[in-house]
């Protein structure tokens, strides 16, 4: 049950203080152990704290990035989270990995991360999202090709 006048909205914000709208936000939202993935139409996916308490302020809560990575193209896809990474997919036809945590690979303030891994023939990802089940990672590709990596 919700406190009447409690605001719970957390407003995310990318570089420059700006919003995500539909079309800038084109993945979708995936929130796992408390950090919530945006991937978005500039190249990058970030993650925020779901709890609105680091990076936030002000109510309703304004939150920037605990950190940011970049892609080659557009992220579209949902991210998969699984044994401490995040697997995206990018419009650049790469499947990239990052530390779930951001913290190998990441610097920087803001922070920022290189991939763990980028995976790709040109045929790999776009809009699909991958999966991960029993420490495989699989994602579809163009045309009638799905991909498993382990």
């Not at 936000?25 to 950090?35: D, E, H, I, Q």
Request: one cysteine or more; aromatic letters at 6%; glycine letters at 16%.
């Amino acid at each position: 049950m919700e406190t009447p006048g409690c605001d719970r909205r957390l407003i995310l914000r990318g570089p420059g203080n700006r919003g995500f709208t539909q079309s800038s936000s084109r993945g979708l939202v995936r929130r796992v152990a408390g950090t919530v993935y945006v991937g978005s139409a500039d190249h990058n996916l970030y993650a925020f704290d779901a709890a609105g308490t680091t990076n936030c302020t002000g109510g309703p809560k304004v939150c920037t990035p605990l950190w940011t990575v970049t892609t080659g193209d557009q992220v579209q896809s949902s991210p998969a989270v699984a044994n401490g990474v995040v697997y995206v997919g990018s419009n650049d036809h790469k499947l990239y990995a990052y530390d779930a945590t951001g913290t190998a690979g990441c610097s920087g303030n803001p922070k920022t991360c290189d991939p763990l891994l980028s995976a790709g023939d040109g045929r790999v990802g776009g809009r699909s999202s991958p999966a991960v089940a029993t420490n495989m990672v699989y994602i579809g590709g163009q045309g009638t090709n799905a991909f498993r990596l382990p």
